[in-house]
C-alpha cells in the first residue's frame, strides 16, 4: 500500500470513531471523492501531492504559509478540517503508524506521553476542575510509573474513576476503571467507587454508543453493580502482542488506536462520567432501581406503578421522565414541552383525550363551527412523531419528502382549480374528480347513478411517486398501496401522471440539518378511574404497534400525516399511568390493556432521615401492624391496601426544628391517615382486633 491507501486505512478505521466533527466531510461514503479534491487542491497551491511528503514538518511548513487556493478551500470545508486531516491526522499518522515495539509497558507509556503533548495539561485541567482539587498532579505527563510491568493509572486517581493501561496474559489493554481496592489515599473504597459506577449506568446509554467498542474486561454488570472491597473493574478494549527477546511487539496502527482513543472518545466518556458523579448525589442501589424502571419502559413502552395510597407511584413517574428526558432535576419538567401529565377522572372520554368536536364561534359571529380537534394524547403524539421522523431519516430523504409535499400541494391547488371552475377534473372521458379534501380526492363516473363516490388518498399517489412508477400495471403492483389503489389503479396512474407532468422544478438537496433524537413522556395519574378501553379507543393497538398508523373516527385537518383520519404513536413516545390499587370504585383494567402496559409494584417501605426528610418510623410501624392477615379481610391483598410512606415524611425545608417536625407528624397523622383507616374499617377492609383493641379502638389511639 501507498501512503494514500494506508493513511484511508487508518482514517476509516481508528481516526474517524473519534472525530464526530469531520463525520459529514470525510466519512466512509465520500472519503475518496474528497481527499482527490484535497489532494488537487494541495497540488494547485504547493505543487506536490501531500500524501507523497513523509516529513511531517514539511507538511506544517506548507500549511503554516496559508496560500491559496487551499487556504479558502480548507477554511470553507468544514471551518478548516481538511488542513486539520493533514496537519495533525496526517501527520500523526506519519510519526506513529509503524511504531509497533516496546522495550516493556513503560515504553510504550512514554512513547504515549509525547504523542499526547498538550493534550497531557488539558487532562490533568479538567480532571481538577472535575475533583475540585487546587493542584494538578502532573502537567506534562497523565500516567503514574507502571507497576510491575504490568498496569498503571492517571496520577492521583486511586478514589476516582481511572485511565487505566495494562499488559497481562499477552494482551495490553486500556480503558475506564472502576477501583474498590482500599488504600491510605482510598479508604471509603467502595462507596468512593460507588458514585462512579452510578453515573456510569446513568449515562450508560450515551457511553454505548460513544465507546461501542468498549466491554467489561473478563467481567459483567452485575458485578460491576455488585462491587466489593478489593476489586477492580475494567471497561475498555484489549489486545494481543507478542513477547520477542527484548522487546513487546503489537499489530500495524495498534499504537495509534490507543493513542485516538484515549485522547478522543475516552476522555468525553470520561468527563461525562465524572460530571454526572458531581451533579447527581445518589445511593447507587437507587440509580440501579431506577436504571431498571427506566430500561422497562424503554422496552415497553407504556408502564403502570401500581399500589396502595401514598407510595409516591406520582413522584416516581417524574423521576422516571426526568431520566428518560436527560434532565437534572424534576423542577426541570416544569414547562418542558417533551413532558406532560394529566389526570384520569370517571367522566374522562375519549373526546377528551385522543380527538374530538369543539365548537367554536364563526368568523363573524352569528354562527357555531364545530370542527374536529387533536386532543391531549394526539397533540402529544404529533409533537413526538415529527421529531422522530426527523431524527431518524438522512438529511436528503428529509428534504426530498419536503419537496414531493410542495410540488404535490402545488398540484392540489391546481385540482382545485379546475373544481372550482368546472365542477370536475376529467380522469377520461367517463371518469372524474368530483371533490377533494385535506387528504384525499373524490372520484367518480358519469354513470355510477346511486354509488358513494371513491376515495383516493394522497399518500397512496405519493407513494407511487416516490417509487418512480412508470405504468398502470406497476401502480398496481405497489406492496404499500390501499386496496382502493389496487382496484383502480388505472384512475390512480391517471392522476399520478398528471402529477407527474406538472412538476416544473428540479429537486435539489438542501442538505438540512437532522433534528437531535428527543424521547416524550405521558404521565397519566390516576389511569384506572376513567374506562381505559373507551377512552383510548382504537389506540389500544397502536400501543402495540408503534409507527403503524390506525384510522381514527376523526378527520384533524392540522394533522402532520397526509391521511388525516389517521393517528401514529411513534417509538419515542412514552407513556407511565399511576394506579391506586386501594381504590375499588375505579374502573376495571381489561386484559387487552393489561398485556399491553408492564405493571409494577411501588409498595410501603419504611425510609430513613436524610438531608431532605425526617421519616416518623413509630408512626409508620404503629399503622403497617394494622395490615396483617388477621386484619385485612380475605377479599383484599395486603398490599393493595396499606398506607404508603408518603404520608409519615416531613420535608427538612418545611421543619426547622423538632418541635415543628413533630407537628407536622401528628397534623398528617391526625387529618391523612386516620381518615383513610376509619374508611377503610366502614369498607371492610379492616376487621377484627389488634392485640386487646378492636379495630376502631387501636385506629383512635392512633390520635394521640
Same mark, same amino acid.
Given at each position: 500500500?501507498?501512503?494514500? *491507501? ?131 498532579? #502532573? ?20 478514589? %476516582? ?29 467502595? *462507596? ?95 440509580? !440501579? ?61 375519549? %373526546? ?106 394522497? #399518500? ?5 411517486? !416516490? ?48 433534528? %437531535? ?26 400501543? %402495540? ?107 427538612? #425545608? *418545611? ?23 376509619? *374508611? ?25
Amino acid at each position: 500500500m501507498n501512503n494514500k *491507501e494506508l493513511f484511508k486505512k487508518f482514517y476509516l478505521e481508528i481516526a474517524f470513531k473519534n472525530l464526530q466533527s469531520y463525520k459529514a466531510h470525510f466519512n466512509e461514503s465520500n472519503f475518496d471523492e474528497n481527499i482527490s479534491e484535497l489532494i488537487s487542491k494541495f497540488q494547485d497551491t504547493y505543487g506536490v501531492d501531500p500524501f507523497d511528503i513523509k516529513d511531517p514538518k514539511k507538511i506544517t511548513e506548507y500549511l503554516k504559509e496559508n496560500k491559496e487556493p487551499f487556504y479558502t478551500y480548507s477554511d470553507k470545508k468544514g471551518t478548516n478540517i481538511p488542513n486539520a486531516l493533514l496537519n495533525k491526522h496526517y501527520n500523526n499518522f506519519l510519526n506513529f503508524y509503524d511504531k509497533n515495539k516496546f522495550a516493556d509497558l513503560q515504553d510504550l507509556i512514554n512513547v504515549l506521553h509525547d504523542a499526547f503533548g498538550l493534550f497531557s495539561r488539558t487532562f490533568q485541567d479538567n480532571r481538577i476542575k472535575l475533583n475540585g482539587n487546587s493542584r494538578v498532579a #502532573s502537567s506534562s505527563i497523565i500516567f503514574g510509573d507502571v507497576r510491575d510491568d504490568y498496569w498503571t493509572i492517571n496520577k492521583g486517581s486511586e478514589s %476516582e474513576i481511572q485511565y487505566h493501561v495494562f499488559k497481562h496474559h499477552n494482551k495490553i489493554g486500556y480503558g475506564l476503571g472502576f477501583n474498590a481496592q482500599k488504600t491510605r489515599n482510598n479508604l471509603d473504597a467502595v *462507596e468512593n467507587v460507588s458514585k462512579f459506577i452510578g453515573a456510569f449506568i446513568r449515562e450508560k446509554k450515551e457511553i454505548d454508543v460513544l465507546l461501542e467498542d468498549y466491554q467489561l474486561i473478563d467481567n459483567t454488570l452485575d458485578s460491576l453493580l455488585n462491587i466489593k472491597e478489593g476489586e477492580f473493574i475494567l471497561f475498555g478494549r484489549d489486545f494481543p502482542f507478542v513477547q520477542n527477546a527484548n522487546n513487546i511487539e503489537i499489530e500495524e496502527f495498534k499504537f495509534l488506536q490507543i493513542y485516538y482513543d484515549l485522547r478522543y472518545r475516552q476522555f468525553s466518556a470520561y468527563k461525562k462520567i465524572y460530571q454526572n458523579a458531581i451533579d447527581i448525589d445518589e445511593p447507587l442501589n437507587k440509580t !440501579i432501581e431506577k436504571n431498571k424502571m427506566k430500561e422497562l419502559l424503554e422496552y415497553k413502552k407504556q408502564i403502570i406503578l401500581q399500589g396502595p395510597p401514598g407510595t409516591g407511584k406520582t413522584r416516581e413517574a417524574e423521576l422516571i421522565a426526568k431520566e428518560m428526558l436527560g434532565l437534572s432535576d424534576i423542577k426541570d419538567l416544569e414547562n418542558n414541552n417533551q413532558y406532560k401529565l394529566v389526570q384520569f377522572h370517571p367522566s374522562y372520554t375519549y %373526546e377528551d383525550f385522543v380527538r374530538g368536536i369543539s365548537a367554536k364561534p364563526s368568523e363573524d359571529g352569528k354562527g357555531v363551527l364545530y370542527k374536529a380537534e387533536n386532543k391531549t394524547l394526539s397533540l402529544f403524539a404529533q409533537e413526538a412523531y415529527k421529531n422522530y421522523e426527523q431524527s431518524t431519516k438522512t438529511e436528503s430523504q428529509i428534504s426530498y419528502k419536503d419537496w414531493i409535499n410542495e410540488q404535490f400541494d402545488s398540484f392540489v391547488d391546481k385540482v382545485q382549480d379546475s373544481l372550482d371552475n368546472d365542477g370536475e377534473y376529467r380522469l377520461s372521458d367517463k371518469v372524474k374528480l368530483c371533490d377533494l379534501d385535506d387528504s384525499s380526492f373524490y372520484y367518480t363516473g358519469d354513470s355510477w347513478f346511486g354509488e358513494p363516490k371513491h376515495r383516493m388518498k394522497f #399518500s397512496d399517489i405519493k407513494e407511487g411517486f !416516490i417509487n418512480n412508477v412508470v405504468d398502470a400495471k406497476s401502480f398496481k403492483a405497489l406492496p404499500n398501496t390501499s386496496g382502493s389503489a389496487k382496484q383502480h389503479y388505472g384512475y390512480y396512474y391517471k392522476v399520478l401522471s398528471d402529477f407527474q407532468n406538472s412538476i416544473k422544478t428540479e429537486f435539489k438537496n438542501e442538505n438540512k440539518s437532522l433534528l %437531535e433524537p428527543k424521547n416524550y413522556v405521558l404521565v397519566i395519574d390516576e389511569i384506572n378511574r376513567a374506562n381505559l378501553s373507551s377512552v383510548l379507543g382504537e389506540l389500544i393497538y397502536a400501543l %402495540e404497534y408503534r409507527e403503524k398508523a390506525v384510522e381514527s373516527m376523526y378527520s384533524v385537518e392540522d394533522s402532520v400525516l397526509d391521511n388525516k383520519n389517521e393517528i401514529i404513536l411513534p417509538p419515542n413516545l412514552y407513556i407511565i399511568g399511576t394506579m391506586n390499587t386501594a381504590d375499588r370504585s375505579v374502573g376495571h383494567i381489561d386484559y387487552a390493556i393489561r398485556r399491553r402496559f408492564a405493571f409494577v409494584e411501588v409498595l410501603p417501605k419504611p425510609l430513613v432521615e436524610d438531608e431532605e426528610i425526617y421519616f416518623n418510623i413509630d408512626g409508620y410501624n404503629l399503622v403497617a401492624d394494622l395490615f396483617t392477615a388477621e386484619n385485612v379481610s380475605p377479599e383484599f391483598e395486603i398490599q393493595d391496601v396499606q398506607i404508603g410512606h408518603s404520608y409519615f415524611i416531613a420535608k427538612k #425545608s *418545611e421543619a426547622k426544628n423538632e418541635t415543628e417536625r413533630d407537628e407536622i407528624f401528628t397534623m398528617k397523622m391526625k387529618y391523612e391517615v386516620l381518615p383513610i383507616l376509619e *374508611e377503610y374499617v366502614k369498607d371492610g377492609i379492616l376487621v377484627g382486633k389488634v392485640g386487646e383493641f378492636s379495630i376502631k379502638n387501636y385506629i383512635k389511639s392512633l390520635k394521640k
